[in-house]
């Protein structure tokens, strides 16, 4: 009873304090707010993208250079977002910019191939052991409907499993029950990381089974990482039932040279890309066995259409085959991705030292931070966290001058140096120092 009442009050006075911080925040902001009210006028709320809103009115962003992001009311922040991972080379990179600024002399929009589409179609099978032949695309969403519709038409089956709490996109979005404007794919939804429950409903399905869908770690429902064992029942399990396993590596391709799958040794039959492999530019890729993306070779009869203006627009192309050759090279990847790892280590042991119920998960340079000591195997477990508390992270970093996304996620760049990473972890050590009362291990009702 005690208990109850004290974890009750906790989150009252959470909530009192978020009301505060964004009331602060308002203050702090009003350029900003002026912006979104103007932009309101035409466009739904001010707003074209969902995921970057938030209350009381999101940030507007005027100029980004290296790490750093500057806002309409002159502050300046360590962008710790990343553009939810497309933005791995920082703003701006040279050799990126070169390369965009080469593209524009040659002319854009040729109407034709050209050869920009063929190097980084070979610079992309060559770094992801699963991709044999590769097709691009304008985003991530676009690459996954892409490989849905090549499985269910090369097993000819309808169903495709997918997880509770994951995203591949606008319209395959499979937080909180599903979006209502989902595609009208036979979707079977399982349970992340639960085995028993996924091979149950594959073995339920078997023979309408046309593919699963699955992110090797769950990027923006918490950066929750996929048990290997995991990965290789589907692995096995898709084999058996003749489904196809797709592989949503659009966030963690990043996270070594040759994506998760490289890490865990599983191929995946399919697998589908975007972000920063179009070198910042709108992008997204779909790759994997030659049998099934022969399907879409166009010499043969009966071929199955992929059009898109933009699939091989020359900005995109020029610009990923820079980023890849000249930026993220396969050793700057592996260099990101141990940066991450120790400075998550440096997080948690903030948050264990201090007996936080605080943590943070993800593998590499991307992570979530998440208000519970509990473990967090799946996206049920991160919505069940202390939101208020997650949300006073966000707008106290905010006001230490460091920028990630509102719902706790973040993405290292290639310019974070080692100071900005110190003034980062400063940042958190502050946030669970001042907010001690809201984040210290307290029994929950
Ligand atoms: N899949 C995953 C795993 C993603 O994180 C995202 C975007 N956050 C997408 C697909 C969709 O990519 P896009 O926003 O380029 O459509």
């Not at 990126?96 to 040729?110: P, S």
Request: net charge neutral; charged share 20%; hydrophobic share 45%.
């Amino acid at each position: 009873m005690a208990s109850q009442v004290s974890g009750r009050i906790a989150s009252e006075t959470a909530s009192a304090a978020l009301a505060a911080a964004t009331e602060a925040y308002a203050r702090r902001n009003p350029k900003s707010f002026e912006r979104s009210q103007a932009a309101a006028a035409y466009l739904p709320g001010g707003n074209t993208r969902s995921s970057l809103y938030f209350d009381p009115f999101p940030l507007n962003i005027v100029r980004g250079e290296g790490c750093r992001l500057f806002d309409a009311d002159g502050h300046e922040y360590f962008d710790f977002l990343g553009e939810f991972t497309a933005g791995v080379y920082g703003h701006s990179e040279p050799a990126i910019r070169a390369a965009v600024v080469a593209a524009l002399n040659e002319g854009v929009n040729l109407s034709g191939h050209t050869a920009l589409e063929a190097a980084l179609g070979r610079i992309i099978c060559e770094r992801f052991p699963s991709i044999e032949l590769v097709r691009f695309t304008n985003s991530g969403t676009e690459a996954n409907l892409m490989a849905l519709a090549a499985a269910t038409s090369f097993t000819r089956r309808r169903r495709i499993i997918v997880f509770d709490g994951a995203y591949h996109g606008g319209v395959l979005s499979f937080a909180g029950g599903g979006s209502p404007i989902n595609v009208p794919h036979e979707f079977v939804v399982s349970t992340y990381n639960d085995v028993d429950q996924t091979l149950k409903l594959i073995e339920e399905n078997r023979g309408q089974l046309a593919a699963i869908l699955v992110e090797p770690m769950i990027g923006s429902g918490g950066s929750i990482p996929a048990d290997v064992e995991f990965l290789q029942a589907l692995r096995r399990a898709a084999t058996e039932s003749g489904a196809l396993l797709i592989f949503d590596e659009v966030m963690t391709s990043r996270l070594a040279p040759g994506g998760r799958q490289q890490a865990v040794g599983i191929m995946p039959d399919l697998c589908t890309l975007g972000k920063y492999l179009g070198g910042g530019m709108s992008f997204g890729a779909f790759g994997g066995r030659r049998d099934v993306m022969a399907q879409f070779d166009p010499r043969r009869p009966g071929a199955l259409p992929h059009a898109g203006t933009f699939n091989n627009n020359v900005v995109t192309m020029a610009a990923g085959i820079a980023g890849l050759t000249r930026v993220f090279t396969p050793a700057a990847a592996e260099a990101l991705n141990a940066r991450g790892d120790a400075l998550r280590g440096r997080l948690n042991a903030l948050c264990r030292d201090r007996g936080a119920s605080f943590q943070f998960t993800g593998i590499g340079s991307l992570m979530s931070a998440h208000a519970t000591a509990r473990p967090i195997r799946k996206p049920a477990d991160a919505a069940a966290a202390d939101a208020a508390v997650e949300g006073l992270l966000f707008f106290d970093l905010l006001a230490r001058g460091v920028y990630i996304a509102r719902k706790g996620f973040i993405a290292l760049s290639l310019p974070i140096g080692d100071a900005e990473i110190d003034h980062f972890v400063d940042a958190v050590a502050d946030f669970l120092d001042s907010r001690k009362d809201l984040v210290v291990e307290r029994s929950t009702p």
